[in-house]
């Protein structure tokens, strides 16, 4: 067993039976569940326009060369300096010499998942740079030296008391300070930020081929000031956010904003197409966007998994996912985590370290009824389970276990083979193993063919 599937067991079984943790992501999510319901009211047939949005980002996956040549043409024609790069190591590259040339000593993030895969804070901080998250949730996990929780609400692991001691001790406010409070202390300190910094950073929530542009999607306008107050601005994305037209943007930014908040549409929506232009008076003088892989063509050169390319990181897979439910966002030990993180990893960090994420679903398929964009989840993971075993990655015990139930689910006779008292004392010694330190295998108390046969008397559906 490699050392990331024990540590993920190990923090799975700590995290399910953690009462705290769990009262507050369902009191998070339950405010979440709540909204969404809500949202879902202002669409005449969301089933339609979920169609129509799958639709668009399946053109754009399938005209993918195309509409990348399309987009870098007209980004240059803009003026911005676009870098299509392979590796992290190759964007930290370009960062590092945009710092050069730029003396930057200081920088403002807007969220952005992708800068995660690249640990950009913790790059630039090796830089003697300093930099600042700018969106409430990231800054409240980046003050408490953490990492982003979920893909859109970072913090959903904190209570708001959790939050007022780590303002308490990070900056001195009051110990029981409330969120209005701490939000405008928030506010006053990265206000100052915005006008010293040199380099703003952002990711893009799609990329427009037609207009050569970034489209932004927030609700603070911390992602509008982090590009538009400093005098660099640099955008990375994954060339997987690409759309053909500014036309589709109306319809991708309601379907995101619904199942990512629940709202109608985000406070803040921003298309940023160059630098500030002769005339203008406001925005960066110099603007850059950096598109990486990353893993991402090893994806789109299968038939099955390119399908999670369409992903437009609204968070809803994770939101109704049972199994993130109960072993929270850090047990994944991934960027993504959640049913879409479970598929990417693997890909992005390689299926030896990372390919028991696969199996943390139950298939219930909640997550494939919920997306946007009608990526088929579980189907994915399916194939990513059959990826892992094809590539002789499980263990020998793990392969003799399920060779042995194989052949047990052949011939049902072998279910009945050895004493009620013996299958009771040989699975003793696994128990904890197998089953969890917290709970106690229930004992068995007469062959399987007989509990079969009486549940199904009973009307019981196995």
Request: positive net charge; charged residues 25%.
């Amino acid at each position: 067993m490699t050392e990331k599937k024990k540590q993920f067991l190990r923090q799975a079984e700590k995290v399910a039976f953690d009462k705290e943790h769990r009262r507050k992501i369902q009191y998070n999510l339950g405010k979440y569940f709540a909204a969404v319901e809500k949202g879902l009211l202002r669409f005449r047939d969301f089933e339609k326009a979920r169609e129509q949005a799958s639709q668009v980002k399946q053109y754009a996956l399938d005209n993918i060369d195309t509409l990348l040549y399309e987009l870098v043409d007209n980004m240059k024609k803009n003026g911005i300096e676009v870098h299509v790069v392979n590796s992290e190591s190759d964007v930290l590259s370009v960062i590092d010499q945009i710092i050069e040339q730029e003396h930057v000593r200081l920088v403002v993030k807007s969220k952005s998942m992708t800068t995660e895969e690249i640990d950009l804070n913790k790059f630039l901080e090796s830089r003697d740079v300093q930099v600042f998250e700018t969106d409430l949730g990231e800054f409240i996990v980046q003050q408490a030296g953490e990492r982003p929780y979920h893909i859109v609400t970072p913090a959903m692991h904190k209570s708001r008391q959790d939050i007022a001691r780590l303002y308490h001790e990070k900056f001195g406010t009051p110990a029981d300070a409330d969120p209005q409070t701490l939000t405008k202390y928030t506010r006053k300190y990265l206000r100052e930020k915005f006008v010293q910094a040199d380099m703003g950073v952002t990711g893009a929530n799609f990329l427009i081929a037609d207009l050569g542009a970034i489209a932004l999607t927030e609700n603070e306008g911390n992602a509008f000031m982090s590009f538009s107050f400093p005098r660099v601005h640099v955008a990375i994305a994954g060339f997987e956010k690409i759309i053909a037209s500014y036309r589709y943007l109306s319809l991708m930014w309601q379907v995101l904003s619904n199942r990512g908040t629940g709202q109608s549409i985000t406070v803040y929506n921003s298309i940023v197409r160059g630098p500030r232009r002769q005339g203008e008076d406001t925005g960066p003088e110099r603007m850059v966007v950096i598109l990486f892989d990353n893993g991402r063509t090893r994806l789109l050169e299968h038939e099955e998994h390119r399908l999670a390319l369409k992903c437009i990181r609204c968070g809803a897979c994770l939101n109704y996912c049972p199994i993130y439910q109960n072993i929270g966002g850090y047990t994944y030990d991934a960027v993504y985590s959640g049913p879409i993180g479970s598929v990417l990893t693997p890909f992005f960090k390689g299926f030896k370290e990372y390919g028991h994420l696969s199996f943390a679903c139950t298939v219930c398929r909640k997550c494939e009824e919920v997306c946007p964009v009608k990526i088929p989840l579980p189907d994915l993971l399916l194939a990513n389970r059959r990826d892992y075993v094809e590539q002789g990655l499980p263990e020998t015990g793990e392969r003799l276990v399920f060779k042995l139930f194989g052949m047990a689910v052949k011939m049902p006779s072998l279910f009945n083979v050895g004493l009620v008292r013996l299958k009771n004392l040989l699975i003793k010694p696994i128990e904890g193993k197998l089953w969890s330190k917290q709970r106690n295998f229930p004992e068995f108390k007469e062959p399987f063919h007989k509990t079969f046969s009486n549940s199904n008397k009973h009307g019981s559906k196995m």
